[in-house]
């Protein structure tokens, strides 16, 4: 079975900082996917960046980075120069080998960046 | 980008009643759709796996004739919850995937609240 972890119930950071949200994961599949989503108060979902697990480097979107440590299993999420408008809650989620696979959500890390 | 949109965001109904929502991808083809639900401050459980022409695959614990999805076609799906009661309250968020490459997007959710 599949199974995510985020350890981190609630971060609060200083803006212009980074952060790393934590991680971490379970799966008996050699091919999977991992995933972070930002979700606002407004609710709706934000996908931020993807890592592919026989992707060679790591995966980058803009401020977003994910550190993959493989044999770790962790899937840690940092976001340089944290901006206040990156207060949100933030999912790690993961998918099995098979692209229409479904995709498993981690209990969430809320992130509150102060001024 | 990809968007997916979802309606009704908000829908308040009485107990016995049923209430359907819709998720519409707008500028891609989704073969599959997902729908979660969502509690407050937690995170998203997966309810059923929608697959475009074919009955929808249902996670454990979850009544298929409560929560009956059509996915009629590659661009909507529909989650109809059937004989509503006060339990079934709950922030509904359904997502599709571009079948282009690994993101999965999410409508914006609807709130449902049943008196």
């Known amino acids: 079975a599949q199974k995510i972890t985020q350890t981190q119930p609630g971060m609060f950071v200083q803006e212009k900082e980074a952060v790393t949200l934590d991680c971490t994961y379970d799966t008996s599949d050699p091919s999977y996917g991992l995933f972070w989503y930002k979700q606002p108060s407004s609710g709706e979902m934000i996908f931020l960046i993807y890592?592919?697990?026989?992707?060679?480097q790591n995966a980058t979107e803009g401020r977003y980075s994910l550190n993959f440590q493989k044999a770790r299993k962790s899937a840690n999420l940092v976001i340089s120069a944290s901006q206040l408008g990156d207060s949100a809650m933030y999912f790690c989620a993961m998918r099995g080998r098979n692209r229409d696979d479904k995709i498993i959500f981690g209990k969430g890390t809320r992130l509150h960046i102060l001024p | 980008g990809a968007v997916v949109s979802q309606h009704p965001s908000r829908v308040i109904c009485k107990s016995g009643t049923s209430v359907k929502i819709e998720c519409r991808s707008l500028?891609?083809?989704?073969?599959?759709m997902f729908w979660y639900r969502q509690f407050p401050k937690k995170s998203l459980m997966l309810m059923a796996t929608s697959n475009e022409g074919s009955k929808a695959t249902y996670e454990q614990g979850v009544e298929k004739d409560k929560f009956l999805i059509n996915h009629a076609s590659l661009t909507l799906s529909t989650l109809t919850v059937t004989s509503a009661h006060p339990e079934d309250s709950s922030f509904y968020i359904c997502?599709?995937?571009?079948?282009?490459?690994?993101?999965?997007?999410f409508g914006s959710g609807t709130q449902l609240s049943v008196l």
């Open positions: 997502s599709a995937r571009d079948g282009r490459n690994e993101k999965l997007f």
């Open positions: 500028d891609f083809q989704a073969t599959t």
């Open positions: 890592q592919g697990s026989y992707d060679q």
